[in-house]
């Protein structure tokens, strides 16, 4: 930390000479008294805020030997995340070099025992929506500076690559590509580190044939609450492994991790559908992810009263049909669209049309709307970087993002899209409306991830932005206020919905959230940080710091 030294006036700092005694005509002039006083009152300020300042840095800390550093005045910047509702500003951020910098950070707060209220949180690219990445007081740890390892792609029969946990999953597409491999399992945004996801799921439309992320890990290397570093995976500190995937940081910082690779494509067939009928759309939908020869991306989402919107496709797709396809109003109607992609190389060019008309053949969408692109793969995975470059350029993208993302079985879809999407979203909506099934035979029960119970469930993820100030419909407040009611109806009705990213402030609530699994939660967090020093902006647990 840099300290400033305050040059204070000469006439604080020095010892005043004797001054002569005024003569008893002349009375000490008001104006001095007033200087005098605010002096005074200005140094105890300075002083005030010194010793507040330095309160919150406990000494110990400047005295770690690290091959990266601690910053103590410029943590603004990690006080604030995607989600741009909460700001908690941490005592410190560590930058490290090195696995062993952050190992030696969290084993020296372990050492100060429960006396101390220092907590750590993990940041990767600051996208949490609310708070997660965040730890007041505590010390925030910027993944992104860890150069350690140096990404690596192995090939073989089984081919995989050893990235560091601050690696954004953009740049392994990037170095896996130029060995002609890449990831199975995505998210839809790739500006994302790879230790941020896995303490998620990470999912996108290849879950349901691949399974989220998380399922698609060999080995992780792992900084416990104690500050020890382990090598883990399904058949070595296998318990550690699997607690730490989906595990929401709470048990350990992923520094590592050994991710499976399969051959990359060249191209990919991008096609756009709508359907009227929800039935319909659900219906080809589950036919699709049930399917041994199918797409190799499934989605959907769900369109509310947009005007013009096969002309705004336009820019990207391609109408199978130009004169239908002008003629289609989607003004005052809610829709659902069907988004599937089909991977291919260069030399099957002449065969994947028949392929994607043979699995199209099947569908009951409405013929006028079918849209098609061809692009490249590495394109068609970073898409929603496009819309973020725009965003950006019109200064909507760090605006508050009050996203609710659900996991609905599938026996419950129908009774949810005809509350929320009949009654409680009607006119329009903030954003986009994700929502695809995914198969439950390819999520690992042994993770920490809560998912429902039946073998096919739905995400459905409300992506909204807000318009900062407003406060109509396009405003936080009446964001929030509207995925209240939807969640108050998933409870009354008793769906058996779970969040994906969840966000409780209260125990009680998390205890809900993992159920049956909340007494394996508290047991792998006694073994791997007992002193609850990891992740706090969860709120899973709070530090419990003693009287003294």
Not at 223 to 238: D, H, P, R, W, Y
Not at 279 to 296: C, G, K, V
Request: charged content about 20%; glycine content about 6%.
């Amino acid at each position: 930390m840099e300290v400033k030294v305050f040059h204070l006036p000469l006439l604080l700092t020095r010892p005043m000479r004797k001054m002569r005694k005024p003569a008893a005509s002349s009375p000490q002039p008001k104006n001095f008294l007033v200087i005098r006083s605010f002096l005074l009152l200005l140094l105890s300020c300075i002083a005030a805020k010194l010793s507040l300042c330095f309160s919150n840095i406990p000494s110990s800390l400047l005295t770690l030997s690290l091959d990266g550093h601690l910053n103590f005045d410029e943590v603004q910047h990690v006080a604030k995340d995607f989600g741009n509702q909460y700001q908690l500003l941490p005592s410190a951020v560590l930058h490290p070099k090195t696995v062993m910098d952050i190992a030696i950070t969290i084993k020296h707060i372990w050492q100060m025992g429960p006396h101390s209220e220092l907590t750590v949180a993990a940041r990767g690219h600051g996208h949490s929506l609310q708070g997660q990445a965040q730890a007041y007081r505590g010390v925030v740890v910027n993944m992104k500076c860890l150069q350690s390892p140096i990404m690596q792609v192995h090939g073989g029969k089984f081919p995989y690559v050893d990235v560091s946990g601050g690696e954004l999953w953009i740049n392994i597409l990037r170095e896996s590509m130029k060995y002609g491999l890449a990831p199975k399992s995505w998210t839809d945004y790739l500006h994302l580190t790879v230790g941020g996801t896995l303490s998620n799921a990470g999912i996108s439309g290849q879950a349901f044939r691949h399974g989220p992320q998380i399922s698609n890990v060999h080995q992780l290397e792992v900084i416990t609450g104690k500050g020890e570093v382990v090598k883990c995976s399904a058949n070595q500190n296998e318990d550690l492994f699997h607690s730490v995937l989906g595990g929401l940081g709470q048990f350990g910082i992923i520094t590592q991790a050994r991710i499976s690779l399969e051959p990359a494509p060249d191209k990919v067939k991008w096609i756009r559908m709508l359907y009227s009928d929800f039935n319909t759309f659900t219906r080809d939908q589950e036919h699709l992810i049930s399917s041994e020869n199918t797409f190799d991306y499934i989605e959907g989402f769900v369109i509310i009263n947009r005007t013009g919107l096969l002309n705004n496709w336009r820019s990207s797709f391609s109408p199978q049909d130009p004169l239908q396809a002008s003629q289609f109003e989607s003004d005052g109607r809610t829709l659902f669209c069907l988004e599937v992609a089909k991977y291919f190389n260069l030399g099957q060019t002449d065969t994947i049309i028949e392929e994607v008309e043979r699995l199209l053949s099947p569908l009951n969408y409405i013929p006028s709307t079918l849209f098609l692109s061809e692009v490249s793969y590495i394109n068609f995975l970073d898409r929603v970087h496009v819309s973020e470059v725009k965003l950006r350029s019109k200064g909507l993208w760090e605006v508050p993002h009050p996203w609710l993302n659900l996991l609905i079985p599938r026996s419950k879809i129908h009774r949810f899209a005809e509350e929320v999407f009949g009654n409680i979203l009607t006119d329009t909506s903030n954003g986009p409306i994700l929502i695809y099934p995914v198969n439950k035979s390819k999520w690992d029960n042994r993770t920490s991830v809560v998912i429902p119970e039946e073998d096919i469930f739905y995400l459905v993820a409300f992506l909204s932005s807000a318009v900062p100030s407003s406060t109509g419909t396009d405003g936080l407040d009446h964001i929030l206020y509207q995925n209240k009611r939807i969640l108050n109806f998933c409870e009354s009705a008793h769906l058996g919905v779970k969040k994906y990213l969840p966000h409780y402030t209260r125990q009680e609530d998390w205890k809900a959230h993992f159920g049956p699994r909340w007494e394996a939660l508290v047991r792998r967090k006694s073994a791997y940080d007992p002193l609850r020093i990891l992740a706090p902006g969860q709120r899973i647990f709070q530090k419990a710091v003693p009287f003294s």
